[in-house]
Each structure stands twice: as structure tokens, then as C-alpha cells.
């Protein structure tokens, strides 16, 4: 019903930067809070970035003053922006997107598949 397709990631050296973009499609109704997330082989997945609706932001501890969310006018496409990468940012980077499918229907949450930044020398 929803799908959510992340690009942008790849290689990087220390210092570099990467910009990511989540972009969502199906059936859509509203698009409330989007995240990004970010795991680490044999890590937990952990919460990098959120914006909701109205465009306020909050960022990771680890992230905080590299990183800009961001979000486009249809709601529907978000990117995070990140600078001063380091070899420690090196994870797979999932977005998630709180979602409602029908006009008085529940929200929910979808995934999407993941885009890998390595960042290495």
C-alpha cells in the first residue's frame, strides 16, 4: 500500500558528506512524522532524525550540528543532510514514516529498505 525508497547513500571519506532522500508513494492520505534510522552490523537499530508535519526537527545526540532534516511541500519526500561524516556514522539508514491510509483510518508505520553509508578512508 505504502512504499518508502531511500537513496543516497554510498561511499564517503572521513569529513565528507552524504545527502540522503526517502520518498513515499501508495495510498496516501497523510504523512505525520517521517525518521530516519541507522544500524550498525551487530547494533541496535538507533533513532538519527525525526521531522513531523509541521516541519520541527530533533536530531540524535551523536548527530546533532552534522545533520539537517528536511522535508518537501507534498509531505511526502524527506532527506537528511549529513556533513563531517566519520567512520562511526558507517551504518545501513532506514527511514520510517508514519502514515495515514484512509480518511478516518489508523496510522501506521512503514519502512523502508535501507540505503548503506560507509564512511572510510
Known amino acids: 500500500q505504502v512504499q518508502l525508497v531511500e537513496s543516497g547513500g554510498g561511499l564517503v571519506q572521513p569529513g565528507g558528506s552524504l545527502k540522503l532522500s526517502c520518498a513515499a508513494s501508495g495510498s496516501i492520505i497523510n504523512i505525520y512524522n517521517m525518521e530516519w534510522y541507522r544500524q550498525a552490523p551487530g547494533q541496535q537499530r538507533d533513532l538519527v532524525a525525526t521531522?513531523?508535519?509541521?516541519?520541527?526537527?530533533t536530531y540524535a545526540d551523536s548527530m546533532k550540528g552534522r545533520v539537517t532534516m528536511s522535508r518537501d511541500n507534498a509531505k511526502t519526500t524527506a532527506s537528511l543532510q549529513m556533513n563531517s561524516l566519520k567512520p562511526e556514522d558507517t551504518a545501513v539508514y532506514y527511514c520510517r514514516a508514519t502514515v495515514r491510509t484512509t480518511t478516518s483510518g489508523p496510522l501506521y508505520s512503514y519502512w523502508g529498505q535501507g540505503t548503506q553509508v560507509t564512511v572510510s578512508s
Open positions: 521531522i513531523t508535519y509541521e516541519g520541527r526537527t
